[in-house]
């Protein structure tokens, strides 16, 4: 196993996933992809992967043109799923108010898929990689009854970069009424997921070592 260590990249430029890997005090490179989004999976879970591993493998891609072969690439994507429906950013004030009126008063799913990608150790042009996905259920009040909660939110104008037009960490925490699950998997990147995952796949391919910032260069 190489003992090598690691340059830690983020493939996103979300100030919020940015803030949450922060956390993992792991210094860490941001380079966000500019890949097309696209999936042919039908199930949600699997549209969510397959855009975080077009993510991941689009820089990849870019580091190794580069020479870089000693990364560990971390992406994610987070989709707003209501039954078959998936809500995306909303392009307008207007469609944040459609979409959050349709969610008004049950529960909906949040997913966040995890991607790690980095490459052999011992054959470099080979790419190593692992999926996951994290699921929450999050409950909005009924705004039919809270009119002004709503408007009030709009006007914050939060909603407009967000999947689903709300997120968790702002404002919108007036009319949620309940989560089951990862709360930092509504807010874009489920952490404590992803330091499993990280630790795992670490250890299967770079050898066991006693702490996770073990693997990584310093700065």
């Not at 699950?181 to 990147?189: A, I, K, M, P, T």
Request: hydrophobic letters at 35%; proline letters at 4%.
């Amino acid at each position: 196993m190489s003992k090598e260590l690691l340059e830690l990249v983020l493939a996103s430029q979300s100030p919020r996933r940015r803030e949450l890997l922060s956390w993992l005090e792991i210094p860490f490179a941001i380079r966000p992809s500019e890949v097309e989004e696209v999936s042919d999976a039908t199930e949600h879970h699997l549209v969510a992967e397959d855009l975080a591993r077009l993510k991941g493998q689009d820089i990849l891609k870019s580091l190794y043109s580069e020479g870089k072969t000693n990364v560990l690439v971390v992406a994610s994507d987070t989709m707003v799923c209501d039954e078959d429906k998936i809500y995306g950013k909303p392009k307008d004030t207007q469609q944040a108010k459609e979409f959050l009126l349709r969610l008004s008063g049950h529960t909906h799913q949040v997913i966040s898929s995890l991607y790690l990608g980095s490459f052999d150790p011992h054959n470099p042009g080979q790419i190593l990689e692992t999926t996951s996905h994290v699921k929450t259920a999050v409950t909005f009040s009924d705004f039919e009854s809270e009119e002004e909660v709503l408007e009030n939110y709009l006007k914050t104008g939060d909603s407009l970069d967000k999947a689903g037009a709300y997120g968790i960490q702002g404002p919108s925490l007036t009319f949620i009424e309940k989560i089951s699950g990862s709360y930092s998997n509504v807010v874009g990147l489920p952490l404590y997921e992803l330091r499993v995952l990280m630790k795992a796949f670490l250890s299967q391919h770079y050898g066991h070592r006693q702490y996770l910032r073990d693997y990584f260069v310093k700065s």
